[in-house]
């Protein structure tokens, strides 16, 4: 009877309680993973093949990073080829050894190591003792982890390894990811949680997580890292922060990543109490000198320091009447002597200046042009306005001989959908680094400035706005850690093709099968043009919402600075639309070089994706691709940008059960998101704009549907991600 009671009570508790069915728990990829995947490679032919030439592997060496080389290596192929053994250096097939011990291995290596200098690698098939043996080699340990993760990704993605024979050497020297993370974990322009770093608990609790961020970021050669938001918080400075940013140092070091900080140039007066932060007063120097000795004594190969002065409100040296060099320079010479150095930000522009603001930056800097120390590089954002879905380059870049323009993209989609839009962003970092500035004749594109190929820079990188932060898949989007990704790649190399790269990624993150492979690399290279057509076509920009940015809101006419409101970009009228950079204009195409220029000044040369960034055209324009009148080929775009999406969308629904369930899934989850917003921009944007052309929408395109005042109404106080 007690057993039939305790049987019947289950059942009731089964048969109510929602935890019962085996189906709700799921496991599987959650994203956290990455790109470093590691699952067991499913063509046995090549599995084999593999496993002959890798499994009994040796890395010569007692340094940290030779451990950490180590113990990917036997995590990775142990779980790629199930097999992994680790050997003496006599009797492995694969050696991983520094410097001229390579010799042994590569009697004929001359002076090629040296050639690629302190990050470079080798990985070569070679014949000794007549057997095959793979080396990978560099001149120190990073080199060769990074060499090590080379090989991996070409087991990874299934490239045979039969006389493989690779050099590669960084074409930048600094490759920095930037945070714009604050002390209370908030994330200026952040989507995927908070941010990573957990300040209180540092420096004693460190999470497994910071050693993976360091992994992953070795893992595709990023050398180094912004802790901190550019709008900065002075008590990173302060003893107690600097502990904690040395216990980060410290994990990150035998991984090649070294720590930067953003200051507050105003820190003298704020943290020491000075009367001023001028940087031409002997007492500020003497301040930051020792607050310099004092990281230097904490963290011995400290980066250096990224700046935003004078700019949206934070202070700098044009406080105290002084330029900009003379606030950089006086840093920098505080941080010369421990190695250390200074990234400026050029993302300068008031309203006060009476000049347009695209151009103002490069009036800023351009006249600084060889009054910068040798430390320092200019860190330029890669458009003349601030991270649009499309810009043209910024006209920086070619244009100062002596002081290095440093590339800053944003990783992170501010405006370009935050963390649920399918964007893959490859193809826009590649448009950007390919275009031609023209400064020492054709071929100067922008990607050989900022490596220093045009000039000979002293110093070279490039920055990257992360898009990481606490969630489990690190970017929000499984598709976005694609980005993240791609700048890794491209900042080693400028001239690496989006498509291989988003190939790549695919196979080392969703699928080795290379039906999948074809579809989602389709997917993620339409992405970006599909994003810029139901957003910004034609050269628009900055119509979104106000201070979040999130959503359409071309309408804004009523914020306190003219070039803070949508329609001081648009100029939308009764007569046409698109601004008028040109010589009739504000001619902000003078700053670039010919035959740019001359290119740019017109409208019947201006490449159609920047033609309403230049120029002011009446609705019935014709637009020279299509034939149809300008007002037309708007509507059209927009609503091309939406099939765009829906095409993504259906084509990610025909993976289902070839991809991992969770990956699947969240995708498809934000796919869904992805097409009610790009909807949402397109009918926004044409009702809009249809006031000013007062034409009817083109015949075969469906009415959007609401109405404006219902869009115009719509309000997100608590959207993530916004500024102070
Ligand atoms: C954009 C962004 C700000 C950021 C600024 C910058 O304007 O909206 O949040 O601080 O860029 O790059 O400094």
Redesign the pocket.
């Known amino acids: 009877m007690k057993s039939f009671i305790v049987s019947f009570l289950l059942l009731v508790i089964g048969l109510t309680s929602p935890i019962t069915q085996a189906s709700s728990i799921v496991t599987g990829e959650d994203g956290y993973r990455l790109w470093m995947k590691y699952d067991l490679l499913q063509n046995k032919s090549l599995r084999k093949a593999y496993q002959k030439q890798l499994t009994k592997w040796s890395v010569v060496g007692q340094s940290e990073t030779s451990q950490i080389i180590r113990d990917e290596l036997d995590y990775a192929l142990s779980g790629l080829l199930g097999q992994s053994e680790p050997a003496g250096y006599r009797s492995a097939n694969l050696v991983v050894v520094t410097g001229r011990l390579a010799t042994r291995w590569i009697p004929d290596l001359g002076d090629e190591l040296s050639k690629l200098g302190d990050e470079g690698y080798i990985i070569r098939q070679v014949e000794h003792n007549n057997k095959s043996v793979i080396v990978v080699t560099a001149n120190t340990d990073i080199g060769a982890l990074y060499g090590t993760f080379n090989l991996l990704r070409l087991v990874q993605t299934q490239t045979p390894l039969d006389a493989v024979d690779i050099s590669s050497a960084p074409k930048t020297k600094v490759r920095v990811l930037n945070h714009?993370d604050n002390p209370d974990r908030h994330v200026?322009?952040g989507f995927a949680g908070e941010s990573i770093w957990d300040w209180h608990k540092l420096p004693h609790y460190k999470y497994q997580k910071y050693t993976d961020y360091a992994r992953a970021n070795a893992s595709i050669g990023i050398n180094g890292t912004v802790l901190n938001n550019?709008?900065a918080d002075p008590i990173m400075l302060t003893p107690a922060y600097l502990e904690k940013v040395k216990a980060l140092a410290d994990l990150f070091r035998p991984y090649g990543l070294k720590v930067y900080l953003s200051i507050k140039f105003n820190s003298p007066a704020t943290l020491g109490g000075l009367k001023n932060s001028d940087p031409l007063n002997p007492q500020v120097a003497k301040w930051w000198d020792k607050k310099i000795a004092e990281i230097y004594q904490l963290i011995p190969d400290f980066g250096g320091f990224l700046v935003?002065a004078n700019?949206?409100g934070q202070p700098g040296p044009g406080d105290y009447g002084r330029t900009h060099a003379q606030g950089a320079n006086m840093l920098a010479d505080a941080l010369k002597p421990h190695g250390g150095i200074v990234m400026w930000?050029a993302?300068v522009y008031a309203n006060e200046k009476n000049e347009e603001r695209s151009k103002q930056a490069y009036s800023e800097f351009k006249p600084l042009d060889g009054k910068f120390r040798e430390n320092v590089m200019v860190q330029v954002?890669n458009g003349p306005i601030?991270?649009q879905p499309r810009e043209p380059i910024s006209p920086l870049f070619g244009a100062t001989q002596e002081t290095p323009m440093m590339m800053e993209f944003q990783i992170t989609m501010?405006y370009l959908g935050f963390s649920t839009h399918f964007v893959y962003l490859g193809p826009m970092y590649e448009e950007v680094l390919k275009t031609d500035t023209y400064a020492k004749g054709k071929g100067s594109t922008v990607g050989k400035v900022v490596a220093g190929e045009v000039y000979d820079y002293p110093l070279t990188g490039m920055a990257g706005v992360s898009n990481i932060g606490s969630d489990r898949n690190w970017t929000g989007h499984i598709i976005l850690q694609s980005n993240w990704y791609v700048f890794g790649r491209m900042a080693w190399d400028y001239n690496i093709s989006a498509e291989q790269v988003a190939e790549e990624w695919t196979r080392m993150t969703l699928s080795n099968k290379s039906a999948v492979v074809k579809k989602v690399t389709e997917m993620m290279m339409l992405s970006h043009e599909a994003t810029v057509n139901y957003m910004t076509p034609l050269g628009l920009h900055h119509i979104m919402g106000t201070g979040h940015?999130y959503g359409p809101a071309p309408w804004v006419d009523d914020l306190g600075r003219a070039d803070w409101n949508p329609v001081y970009y648009h100029r939308a009228t009764k007569g046409g639309i698109g601004f008028d950079r040109s010589p009739s204009g504000v001619n902000a195409v003078e700053q670039y070089f010919s035959p740019l220029k001359e290119q740019l000044a017109d409208p019947k040369s201006t490449p159609e994706k920047y033609l309403l960034w230049f120029h002011h055209l009446p609705w019935d324009y014709k637009v020279k691709s299509s034939g149809r009148t300008l007002w037309d080929e708007i509507v059209h775009r927009y609503y091309l940008g939406v099939d765009q999406v829906a095409q993504i969308s259906q084509s990610w629904d025909s993976l289902q059960g070839q991809i991992d369930p969770l990956q699947f899934k969240q995708v498809q989850m934000a796919n869904t998101i992805h097409l009610k917003e790009a909807i949402w921009w397109r009918n926004a944007c044409v009702l809009y704009f249809q006031t000013f052309s007062q034409r009817p929408i083109p015949p075969g395109l469906d009415k959007p549907q609401g109405t404006l005042d219902t869009y115009k109404a719509m309000e997100f106080p608590y959207a993530p991600g916004q500024?102070e």
Do not use: I
Request: hydrophobic share 25%; proline share 0%.
């Open positions: 714009w200026e322009r550019v709008n935003k700019s949206e930000r993302f954002k601030d991270f501010e940015h500024g």
